[in-house]
């Protein structure tokens, strides 16, 4: 579907005029123009440590119940996501056996097989880790599977480094999605090689630079940063102690430096809930990200209701990230989250599934958006990701 055209829809749904495909409507305060759609407006920043947050709220969202999630589908068996060339029964909830037909000749690192038998479309995102097979594996590009389809040749990749077997060519559900540093590679580079990388090192974000004209003056450079706190180091010893093969959930849930990440989830967690009560007429759709003084990050959904189903694993992905970055502690400004949300112009590139969805990806310098728009049963914008590339 041309952008002219979804522009045009979004302007009939939601009485608003659109330039370019992407609808624009009167600002209110704190407000975000030039977005595709509803009306988001930035609330205080909630900051601990090396993290600031600035939730998106909005008063108009979307019925997104028509869509399933990937942790739910997995949950009751109503999707089996599986490696290729494997046949045998999956489970669902209740127990009933459900019949999994071989697919090809054998596994695939980055490629696996899976099979919607709900009664709702299937949103997947991009970094969603599903659990077991021959290796974990997380999802490689936003998309939708629709109700009925075919067995879906899925691309993943891998973030289980030392395994290639198991005990089950089956997947089953992680309630994870990995951190912005990985996510980015899957989702932007698509680079296997570099998707292990990040999982070794926690961040391919680079230390800030000393600012033009103060370097050999020691008496105007910055205090360097404390060590951060999932270090290459840290991220060493529990691979070696805990997560031999380098499994991304043994390394960053599973061990020492997993127990770091719960205190620090627990606390922004406790302070983001504080701002966000009380709220009239409005719900958290979304979020801005920001490590030390700059705004790296945004995840904003179609509604209120779908945020909150994935808001606790992408909370714990933003903390990696801060707890893997050096510790500045600089507090990103509300008009930097403002600007950091304004409309790219650059390289554009579409993908669609005829009558299901359509993903979008526009690059701009070291910004990077994708958008996954749904086509039926009801045209929207289901998930908004801007991040700054890292690489």
């Not at 009485?15 to 509803?38: D, T, Y």
């Not at 038998?117 to 629709?146: C, T």
């Not at 995840?299 to 050096?326: H, M, N």
Request: glycine share 10%.
């Amino acid at each position: 579907m041309e952008r002219s055209m979804l522009g045009a829809i979004f302007g009939s749904l939601f009485g608003i005029s659109a330039l370019g495909g992407l609808a624009f409507i009167g600002a209110a305060p704190n407000s975000v123009p030039g977005k595709p759609e509803g009306n988001w407006r930035l609330l205080d920043p909630v900051a601990y440590e090396n993290i600031t947050i600035f939730p998106v709220v909005s008063s108009s969202t979307q019925d997104t119940s028509p869509f399933l999630t990937l942790d739910e589908g997995l949950s009751s068996g109503d999707v089996i996501v599986s490696e290729q060339g494997a046949a045998g029964l999956a489970r669902t909830r209740d127990g009933r056996p459900v019949p999994v037909p071989q697919y090809n000749s054998g596994a695939s690192v980055n490629q696996l097989v899976l099979i919607n038998r709900s009664k709702r479309p299937l949103l997947l995102l991009a970094g969603e880790l599903v659990s077991g097979g021959k290796q974990d594996r997380i999802i490689g590009k936003d998309r939708i599977v629709p109700v009925g389809s075919e067995p879906l040749p899925l691309d993943v990749f891998c973030v289980e480094h030392g395994r290639w077997t198991g005990a089950s060519s089956q997947f089953g559900q992680a309630k994870t999605i990995v951190h912005p540093s990985v996510r980015e590679q899957a989702a932007v580079a698509q680079n296997q090689n570099e998707v292990w990388s990040a999982v070794r090192s926690g961040t391919l974000a680079s230390p800030k630079a000393v600012p033009a004209g103060v370097a050999g003056r020691s008496d105007a450079l910055p205090p360097p940063p404390p060590p951060a706190t999932l270090s290459v180091e840290v991220i060493g010893d529990a691979i070696a102690t805990s997560a031999p093969t380098q499994s991304y959930a043994k390394i960053y849930e599973q061990s020492r430096a997993g127990a770091s990440v719960d205190s620090f989830v627990e606390e922004l967690r406790r302070r983001f809930d504080r701002a966000t009560l009380g709220l009239k007429g409005e719900r958290v759709v979304g979020v801005v990200v920001a490590y030390g003084g700059d705004v790296a990050w945004s995840d904003i959904f179609a509604s209120g209701e779908l945020f909150e189903q994935y808001w606790s694993k992408l909370l714990r992905s933003y903390a990696v990230e801060a707890l893997a970055r050096p510790s500045y502690r600089e507090t990103a400004a509300i008009t930097d989250a403002r600007e950091f949300l304004r409309n790219l112009n650059g390289r554009e590139v579409v993908e669609s599934e005829p009558g299901v969805y359509r993903w979008r990806e526009i690059t701009e310098g070291r910004l990077s958006l994708i958008e996954l728009d749904s086509i039926a049963p009801k045209a929207m914008t289901l998930h908004r990701l801007l991040l700054h590339r890292t690489s």
